[in-house]
């Protein structure tokens, strides 16, 4: 069985995998965004739905540690797994429950394959606005940890799940980079952090994603949703946790596990 049939079936059948055999397992970077383009097929195929934008994982130092990677690499955000703030999920839909605080945004403007890369300007002035996310990440793997860069690409970099808060249209007012975030877990502060986490300021992780995108002939469409990596460290939900993200004048995003 190929690496992508695994990954499919691994989570359409909830089955969690030690690891990707070495005689199937992508060996190069590219190789791996290759199998990811399979597996996102293969899932759209059972599940419906379209890409409705991109996630960059990793692009904290906290996560990159975590997972001994030394840089961010990109997966898709699926419709079927992307939800409106307040959003409810079943708990037992997911092998863990990694809840990520993310700047996202929403953009306005295509932005097309080009020979060069963009700039933080050109990048900006395409965005429609910004909005408060939450990521949950899960891995089909039973170790992520120990996993490394290629495995964890072929698995759509460890997405399960995102949830969307308000569009912030006026969001140049803010300064996205001092931009405090607070994570409340059941009414109590749990994390803390701002958007100098990721790559030093939101747009600097949005630039990025960009242009890998456009580097793999990807195109970025208005209407995408782009999420640029968690600003604090992640905290691990229970069944029954309420979940509150807090990015000040950005908004509140908010989830909440049902189960036991």
Request: charged share 20%; with cysteine.
């Amino acid at each position: 069985m190929t690496a992508a049939n695994l990954l499919r079936d691994a989570r359409i059948l909830y089955r969690r995998l030690p690891e990707l055999p070495e005689a199937t397992r992508p060996q190069t970077i590219d190789g791996a965004y290759d199998c990811q383009n399979e597996v996102i097929s293969a899932w759209l195929a059972h599940y419906g739905g379209a890409v409705s934008g991109y996630k960059v994982a990793c692009t904290n130092p906290i996560a990159q540690r975590q997972l001994g990677v030394d840089g961010p690499f990109f997966g898709r955000l699926l419709s079927p797994f992307v939800m409106e703030s307040p959003a409810t999920m079943d708990s037992g839909k997911f092998f863990m429950r990694v809840v990520e605080a993310e700047f996202g945004f929403r953009m306005g403007a295509d932005l097309p394959p080009i020979a060069e890369p963009r700039t933080r300007e050109e990048v900006a002035n395409a965005v429609e606005g910004v909005l408060p996310a939450i990521e949950i990440v899960d891995s089909r793997f039973d170790d992520w940890t120990a996993m490394g860069a290629v495995s964890l690409i072929a698995d759509n970099a460890c997405n399960g799940a995102w949830v969307r808060g308000p569009l912030l249209p006026e969001w140049r007012r803010m300064d996205l980079a001092r931009q405090a975030v607070r994570v409340f877990v059941n009414g109590e502060v749990s994390r803390e952090g701002s958007g100098a986490a990721v790559l030093g300021h939101p747009l600097n992780a949005l630039q990025w994603l960009v242009n890998k995108l456009n580097s793999r002939g990807i195109a970025v469409h208005a209407g995408d949703y782009m999420t640029t990596g968690v600003v604090s460290e992640v905290y691990f939900a229970e069944p029954g946790d309420h979940v509150v993200a807090d990015f000040g004048p950005a908004g509140k995003v908010e989830v909440r596990f049902t189960g036991n």
